[in-house]
């Protein structure tokens, strides 16, 4: 039986939502029914419209850090395959140490480095849409935990008859947790429903709740991102432990709240290009190593990259359900099975 069946008799029953929260800090992003922003108000977008969501729907305030990936790490690494790299699965910031430890030592595969705890993590595509199958089934350590639930992996990498890849679009429509789609990004980072004046909505250019450019620096020096600090510092590792961490600049918000929206690092979306001859995703944002002259364009609504899932420099931001209503499910259900719309991308 699909969890949203459940879901359904739960909401008739007035029961609270199934969700979990684990360890994150969930924000809702509401106003349903918000209109796309489009070519007009933002030009490179080349013709695509994003943004419109029709649910309320929850992100996770900052990203998933490397602390909270380590658990992941440690959780999936009898079962992982080799063949997708190590760094896509284990994020640069947790290594690898002897698979036989010695008497007293600690049986743990990897080891993160000490003070990364707190960074944004980074991962492929195919791990990001296992951390979430896993958390949908509870953290539970067994394989078939991590190979459904959210995305069936059996259909990643493989093609059909025709060439194309079969790697699943959209996730299941009774997900508890997702990787975010691209509307759902874009509604989180850049839409405010009061943005003109009460009721009055509109979207900002900016993950800031604005239209400028953010300042480039470290928070004491009056900084609002750590995008473009790479040639600000001398020691790299240095740099990061001290200008990486997770949401280190709380007045860079979002209008629902969302930190880190710029720096730390690209986050992945769920959208596939829609020709389908590519098993490529989106993803949005700015992350810390990019020169002071290039993030700003990274920051804009208006700037969406494409990538192969098996690039391991984005990080994830998680998609959730609301926790007050289970009715939802149905809502979010309701969309997939009825299909979504069609974009063109540039």
Known sequence: ??????????????????????????????????????????????????????????????????????????????????????????????????????????????????????????????????????????????????????????????????????????????ARFWIPTMDEWTKGMYWDPNRDGEGEGGYWLMPDSGNENLISAPPEKGGETNAGLDDYLSDPFEAYQLFFPSGQFPGTQSPWGLLDGSGGVKEWNEDRTPDKISDSRVWQGSW????????????????????????HTPGLRIASLPTSSTTVVLGVAAVFMCGSRRRTYR
């Open 1 to 174: 039986m699909r969890m949203w069946t459940i879901a359904a008799g739960f909401a008739a029953l007035g029961m609270p939502s199934f969700a979990q929260d684990y360890d994150f800090t969930w924000l809702t992003v509401g106003d349903p029914g918000n209109p796309p922003a489009t070519e007009d108000e933002f030009p490179l977008l080349g013709g695509l419209e994003v943004g419109a969501v029709d649910y309320e729907f929850r992100l996770t305030q900052t990203e998933v850090s490397v602390g909270q990936w380590f658990e992941y790490v440690n959780a999936y690494w009898p079962y992982q395959d080799e063949n997708l790299g190590r760094i896509n699965f284990t994020s640069t910031w947790i290594l690898p140490r002897n698979r036989d430890p010695g008497p007293g030592e600690d049986p743990e595969y990897y080891i993160t480095l000490k003070g990364a705890e707190a960074f944004p993590a980074n991962m492929g595509w195919y791990h990001a849409a296992r951390y979430v199958n896993w958390l949908h089934n509870g953290k539970v350590e067994e394989q078939w935990a991590f190979e459904d639930g959210v995305y069936d992996t059996s259909t990643f990498g493989g093609v059909d008859e025709f060439g194309n890849p079969t790697d699943q679009p959209r996730h299941h429509p009774d």
């Open 288 to 311: 810390f190593e990019l020169d002071q002259d290039f993030f700003f364009h990274e920051d804009r609504l208006d700037t969406i990259s494409i990538k192969p899932p098996t690039s």
